[in-house]
C-alpha cells in the first residue's frame, strides 16, 4: 500500500507510516512543497495509485463526485497534536491496512 501525506497533516504523519514500511510521500517531498496544486496531488494519487491522506475537504467532494482521487482517507479531527494524531492512525492501523476504514473519523 502506498500513501500521499497532504500539506495539511504533519510529515510525522509520513515519517510514521515510512518507518512501518510504506511508501509514503508527503508534499514536503515534492518541489513545490506545500504550494503543490490541487490537481497536481490529484494526478500523482492516480498515477502512481496512492491513497491519499488529507484533511481538505476539496478532495473529499472531488472522491465523492469523481472517485478522483481513488483512495482517500479523510481526517476530520480539528487541530489537534501530532501526538494524538498519530496514536489515532496507530489505533485504526489495521482498518486502514484492510480496506474497510471509514471515510471520515471524528
Known amino acids: 500500500m ?9 510529515f510525522k504523519l509520513a515519517k510514521n507510516l515510512k518507518d512501518k514500511g510504506f511508501d509514503v510521500l508527503h508534499t514536503d517531498n515534492l518541489p513545490n512543497k506545500e504550494a503543490t496544486s490541487d490537481k497536481e496531488i490529484r494526478e500523482l494519487s492516480v498515477t502512481q495509485n ?41 489505533e485504526q492501523f489495521e482498518r486502514i491496512i484492510k480496506g474497510d476504514c471509514i471515510k471520515k473519523w471524528t
Open 50 to 90: 496512492r491513497v491519499l491522506i488529507t484533511k481538505d475537504s476539496d478532495f473529499f467532494d472531488s472522491h465523492y463526485l469523481h472517485r478522483i482521487p481513488k483512495k482517500l482517507i479523510f481526517v476530520i479531527t480539528g487541530n489537534i497534536v501530532n501526538k494524538e494524531l498519530l496514536l489515532l492512525f496507530d
Open 2 to 10: 502506498k500513501f500521499f501525506v497532504d500539506a495539511n497533516l504533519p
